[in-house]
């Protein structure tokens, strides 16, 4: 299944399911791409898998086990490579998703670094140095580590991607992100990291009205986002990866990836 040029995947943990249950809604939408969560899976057993329902993986994703997502205050103060007494055990993760991510054949591997603060020096430096040791490890793999957008502006990532210059940093864009953390609009977004892009998420969002609370996540088309609006900018930036349908939210999603997969593969380049 196909938008336009793009295959259409979904990320695996938005299915809440275990791997044979994740299998079976992928094949019942009709298509045939994950964007696969990857901390502590046997890699080898899960591609094996994969491999003989026909499923390809675009992307792999990790997280940390001490983020709290309970509010913004909690996730900005446990996110990413941030949290000093977590960062070699996190290290370590990271390097065992690396390896997952080398096994499955796979050359992108994703996850939420964490805040850019350039407010504070002593953090900033500490989180570019972490950052730069994570990509080091990834292209020392010929793997590509995908930074997530939302937890700051695009201009700010475009600024610290620029500095760090690193071949193995990209971006994994999502759109919605952009907007629960309320960091901007996201096809101006999308124009600024267009250079860095290689994975891009299919989700929507509603803005916050309350500063410092999250926005809200919606099904694809029903939110800020600008659903068709988003997809033709991605053919204006030349846009040539693949797009992983994420809905982290509702009691329904199934039923709502099933009909952003119905909506996308409408649309014809």
């Given at each position: 299944?196909?938008?336009?040029?793009?295959?259409?995947?979904?990320?695996?943990?938005?299915?809440?399911?275990?791997?044979?249950?994740?299998?079976?809604?992928?094949?019942?939408?009709?298509?045939?791409?994950?964007?696969l969560?990857?901390?502590?899976?046997d890699?080898?057993?899960?591609?094996?898998q994969?491999?003989?329902n026909?499923?390809?993986?675009?992307c792999?994703?990790?997280?940390?086990?001490?983020?709290?997502?309970s509010?913004?205050?909690?996730i900005k103060?446990?996110?990413?490579?941030?949290?000093?007494?977590?960062?070699?055990?996190?290290?370590?993760?990271?390097?065992?998703a690396?390896?997952?991510?080398?096994?499955?054949?796979?050359?992108?591997?994703?996850?939420?670094?964490?805040f850019?603060?350039?407010?504070?020096?002593?953090?900033?430096?500490?989180?570019?140095?972490?950052i730069?040791c994570?990509?080091?490890?990834?292209?020392?793999e010929?793997?590509?580590?995908?930074?997530?957008?939302?937890q700051?502006?695009?201009t700010?990532l475009k600024?610290?991607?620029?500095?760090?210059s690193h071949?193995?940093l990209?971006?994994?864009?999502?759109?919605?992100?952009m907007?629960?953390?309320d960091?901007?609009?996201?096809?101006?977004?999308l124009?600024?990291?267009?250079?860095w892009i290689?994975?891009?998420?299919?989700?929507?969002?509603?803005?916050?009205?309350e500063?410092?609370?999250?926005?809200?996540e919606?099904p694809?088309?029903?939110g800020?986002v600008?659903?068709?609006?988003f997809v033709?900018?991605?053919k204006?930036?030349?846009?040539?990866?693949?797009?992983?349908?994420?809905r982290?939210a509702?009691?329904?999603?199934?039923?709502?990836?099933?009909?952003?997969v119905?909506?996308?593969?409408r649309?014809?380049?």
């Amino acid at each position: 299944m196909k938008c336009g040029r793009w295959d259409i995947g979904v990320c695996s943990w938005s299915l809440q399911a275990e791997l044979d249950g994740v299998i079976g809604s992928v094949r019942s939408m009709g298509i045939d791409r994950l964007h696969l969560a990857v901390r502590g899976i046997d890699a080898a057993a899960v591609g094996a898998q994969l491999a003989t329902n026909g499923i390809a993986v675009s992307c792999t994703m990790m997280d940390f086990p001490q983020e709290d997502y309970s509010s913004l205050e909690a996730i900005k103060l446990t996110g990413g490579v941030g949290p000093d007494d977590c960062w070699e055990a996190n290290k370590q993760s990271f390097e065992a998703a690396v390896a997952a991510t080398v096994a499955l054949g796979v050359t992108y591997l994703s996850l939420h670094a964490g805040f850019i603060d350039e407010s504070n020096p002593v953090y900033a430096q500490k989180f570019k140095d972490r950052i730069t040791c994570l990509a080091d490890i990834a292209a020392a793999e010929g793997i590509m580590l995908l930074l997530e957008t939302g937890q700051e502006s695009a201009t700010d990532l475009k600024a610290f991607l620029e500095e760090l210059s690193h071949p193995a940093l990209g971006v994994n864009f999502d759109p919605a992100n952009m907007i629960l953390y309320d960091k901007g609009e996201p096809l101006e977004a999308l124009r600024v990291l267009a250079p860095w892009i290689k994975h891009v998420h299919i989700k929507d969002a509603t803005r916050t009205t309350e500063p410092g609370t999250w926005g809200a996540e919606v099904p694809w088309g029903d939110g800020e986002v600008q659903a068709d609006a988003f997809v033709n900018a991605l053919k204006e930036i030349g846009y040539a990866g693949a797009i992983a349908i994420e809905r982290e939210a509702g009691d329904s999603r199934v039923a709502d990836i099933t009909a952003a997969v119905e909506r996308l593969s409408r649309f014809v380049d």
